[in-house]
């Protein structure tokens, strides 16, 4: 044999070819004591492939993990929505499930104060069309979910129950905000003729 | 000879697969190239379709090589990482597809996580350990013993090496991946993989040598 560190040799050695005789055992045929758990093997091998219960649990794991996920998914969906409904009426200054509903009502103070809108006494009678609803799709569709306890799978649930208290502090922060917008976020505790 | 090659065109017939582990108690065992695709002496295929003869003789054309890559790892606990391994082997093969050294590779894989989910549970570092001669002790007779105190020695030079060249030789000439197959079990790029055993090969080769001279 030539010098096994010559590195055709290692190549050789690493394909197939001869090793060095302390090693040439490592290729050895498989000992009798190497193969005792072969019937285990084969007894695991067996169950896996029987049809019922034994080959299901793996298959119902993965629904199962799937399924979770989809719920995870879902109420971060929903939590999602339910912000996105409450951003997106702050900035149109409309709630969108109402807006099928607006045009029949010749109501003057709808777009004069339209965050206040749903909460108005005489505007009660339309609410439930777009609010109620969402109350029991919520538990039937997905039980166990508690995630589903803010936003309820079409999301509009939230924004419309905390549509008006975030619209109404709104306007008086706002010219605050334009005068030094970085002020409160930054550091509300040092004001800049402090320094 | 059973185990076939990976490689579309072996050159010699000594170099179609590192691992013989056939020849001995195996002999008999009907196989033939998994890259034939014939169902009948396809070990794979057979085992894929269900057969339990088939997964017989595909379980003794890997696992003897699993179960020395496995000693290396965590020594005597080997044979009981190894059943955890087929069992998650035999959970999952359905969804399996691949050839036989896919397969090999496969099984080197989940062996290996099942054997550092093992040493970390006993609270080990993983590195290499050193070996007893626990096979030469469940031999039935004085050959067989000779024959697997042979094998543990080896194994036992092999566990002498930083862990990181251990495996490269031993999923190389041990397993019988190729480098690449052996660099996605561990992760790595099959140049890392070569350089990896050939520094293992070398330093064997110098430690024999100064055991020798």
């Not at chain 2, 050294?101 to 550092?116: D, E, K």
């Not at chain 2, 543990?152 to 862990?163: D, G, H, Q, V």
Request: charged share 25%; net charge positive; hydrophobic share 40%.
């Amino acid at each position: 044999m030539a010098d096994p560190r010559d590195d055709a040799a290692l190549d050789r050695m690493l394909d197939g070819g001869p090793l060095p005789p302390a090693l040439a055992a490592l290729r050895a045929p498989a000992h009798p004591a190497e193969l005792r758990g072969e019937e285990a093997a084969v007894a695991a091998f067996r169950a896996a492939r029987e049809p019922g219960p034994v080959a299901t649990p793996a298959a119902a794991r993965r629904a199962r993990i799937v399924g979770r996920a989809l719920a995870v998914k879902l109420a971060v969906a929903g939590a999602v929505l339910a912000g996105g409904g409450l951003a997106v009426a702050a900035a149109t200054g409309t709630l969108p499930v109402q807006s099928p509903v607006r045009p029949a009502t010749t109501d003057p103070t709808g777009p004069a104060r339209p965050g206040g809108v749903v909460n108005e006494p005489g505007r009660a009678p339309h609410a439930p069309a777009g609010v109620t609803p969402p109350a029991t799709p919520g538990p039937t569709t997905h039980g166990p979910g508690n995630g589903h306890s803010n936003g309820n799978g079409n999301g509009w649930g939230r924004g419309h129950g905390s549509g008006k208290p975030s619209k109404d502090p709104k306007p008086t922060k706002e010219p605050k905000a334009s005068k030094e917008p970085k002020g409160p976020k930054d550091k509300p505790t040092v004001p800049p003729g402090q320094s | 000879m059973v185990v076939a090659s990976r490689r579309p065109s072996p050159p010699e017939p000594g170099d179609e697969g590192p691992l013989r582990p056939a020849a001995g108690p195996l002999a008999g065992v009907p196989n033939g190239d998994p890259l034939a695709g014939a169902p009948v002496g396809d070990p794979l295929a057979g085992a894929l379709a269900g057969d339990e003869e088939s997964f017989r003789a595909l379980y003794r054309l890997v696992h003897p090589g699993l179960l020395r890559y496995l000693r290396v790892l965590v020594g005597t606990d080997a044979d009981d990482v190894a059943s955890e391994t087929w069992l998650q082997v035999c959970r999952d093969l359905p969804s399996f597809t691949g050839d036989l050294a896919g397969f090999r590779a496969w099984c080197a894989t989940v062996g290996r996580h099942r054997a550092l989910d093992h040493l970390r549970r006993t609270r080990r570092r993983p590195e290499t350990v050193a070996l007893d001669l626990d096979l030469a002790d469940r031999a039935d007779t004085a050959a067989e013993a000779t024959d697997a105190i042979d094998t543990e020695r080896a194994l036992a030079l092999i566990a002498t090496l930083p862990r990181d060249q251990a495996e490269a030789v031993l999923l190389r000439v041990v397993v019988g991946l190729d480098a690449a197959g052996a660099g996605q079990v561990l992760g790595k790029r099959a140049g890392a993989v070569r350089m990896a055993a050939f520094r293992g090969l070398r330093r064997l080769a110098e430690t024999l040598e100064r055991r020798h001279g």
